[in-house]
């Protein structure tokens, strides 16, 4: 199946960043960028890789991941439609600090370097619309950091998931909400062995606040689960 350029360019149009940015910002990123299909396990780009644009998911899910020393993967997250990455190296122009690998089928657009340079060199202004989503992401880290590191594994686990159905867009989450994540992702992302994981996820749902899925999580009682621990 081949993407439908007009109809991705309307919902990067209509939700996420560039929803919020003037007109003239948005037709010039529409103009310099193309879209790119990525099969399950393909990446975007690797760690060490050198900056090539900024990118926006416009369907399908991705992972970012890093690497230890013995080679092991450590997953730092899960994005959905319409999130927009790949920024911080092109503030810093350094190597990519993480791969990016479709977990789905997905269609990703990009805005090349070489187009998100000549936007800037025309209106230095747009730095301060580029920065939003740098920092949206930091500002989501930190709440990463807050609600999910230092907590119990059940609660590591659960605030994850609500957070994980909120995405960037922090959309209202609710009953019955379905998040595709499968055990080994959540463990790799809050730092918990595949047994804690399972055993935090068993202790969720017997307490009746989620339900388990192959390869999802239902949300039984989200704001139980956002509640965990406070």
């Known amino acids: 199946m081949r993407p439908e350029p007009d109809r991705i360019r309307r919902l990067l149009s209509t939700k996420g960043w560039l929803a919020d940015q003037p007109e003239d910002l948005r037709r010039q990123v529409l103009a310099g960028a193309h879209l790119m299909e990525r099969q399950p396990g393909e990446y975007v780009y690797a760690m060490g890789d050198a900056p090539e ?5 416009a369907s399908g899910r991705l992972k970012f991941v890093n690497y ?12 959905e439609p319409v999130d927009w990455f790949g920024e911080v190296s092109m503030f810093d122009r ?13 269609i990703v657009l990009h805005l090349p370097a070489p187009a998100f340079d000549a936007i800037l060199a025309a209106c230095p202004a ?3 619309n580029f920065g939003l989503i740098l920092s949206g992401h930091l500002r989501t880290a930190m709440r ?3 609600d999910v590191a230092a907590e119990a594994s059940h609660i590591r686990v659960g605030r994850l998931l609500v957070m994980m159905a909120a995405g960037e867009s922090e ?5 019955g909400m379905v998040v ?11 730092g918990l062995s ?6 935090a996820l068993k202790r969720l749902e017997a307490e009746g606040m989620v339900e388990r899925r192959y390869g999802a999580v239902i949300l039984s009682d989200p704001a139980r689960l956002a509640a965990l621990g406070r």
Not at 94 to 106: F, G, K, M, V, Y
Not at 180 to 190: F, G, K
């Open 53 to 57: 644009g900024i990118y926006a998911l």
């Open 68 to 79: 230890l020393s013995t080679g092991r993967e450590v997953g730092t997250w899960i994005t």
């Open 94 to 106: 350094l190597p990519r600090l993480q791969s990016t690998i479709a977990l789905d089928r997905s």
């Open 126 to 128: 747009f730095w301060r």
């Open 144 to 146: 990463f950091l807050e």
């Open 171 to 175: 959309r209202e989450v609710t009953a």
């Open 180 to 190: 595709e994540v499968s055990q080994e992702q959540l463990a790799a992302t809050t």
């Open 194 to 199: 595949r047994q804690s994981a399972n055993k």
